[in-house]
Nanobody, 126 residues
């Protein structure tokens, strides 16, 4: 059974930083693209960032480009999201997700990701 467990969320002031982690277990994630999504109250879940298996390629939502960095440690089966220059509007529950190798690189659709974590809350105070 696949398990994705996020951690690292919390309360931070605007302009601050947080680093989220997503530990994956239960199967090999070789070839899988890993992604981060977020969902604010009353809004749909939206794409944040994704990284390929090797970690050599990434893509981001325009709203976080230049402020967030996604990375992965394949040996530890862990994905990270470094979030800098946080804004009030970054407040949301952040979810980690995996997409099989056959998935479409560059997609931002939640339906293309087949496994999800339980989420971690990020709250940015203005």
């Amino acid at each position: 059974q696949v398990q994705l467990v996020e951690s690292g969320g919390g309360l931070v002031q605007a302009g601050g930083s947080l680093r989220l982690s997503c530990a994956a277990s239960g199967r090999t994630f070789r070839g899988y693209t890993m992604g981060w999504f977020r969902q604010a109250p009353g809004k749909e879940r939206e794409f944040v960032a994704a990284i390929n298996w090797s970690g050599g390629s990434t893509y981001y939502a325009d709203s976080v480009k230049g402020r967030f960095t996604i990375s992965r440690d394949t040996a530890k089966n862990t994905v990270y999201l470094q979030m800098n220059s946080l804004k009030f509007e970054d407040t949301a529950v952040y979810y980690c997700a995996s997409m099989p190798a056959k998935g479409r690189w560059g997609t931002t659709r939640t339906s293309d990701f087949d496994s999800w974590g339980q989420g971690t809350q990020v709250t940015v105070s203005s």
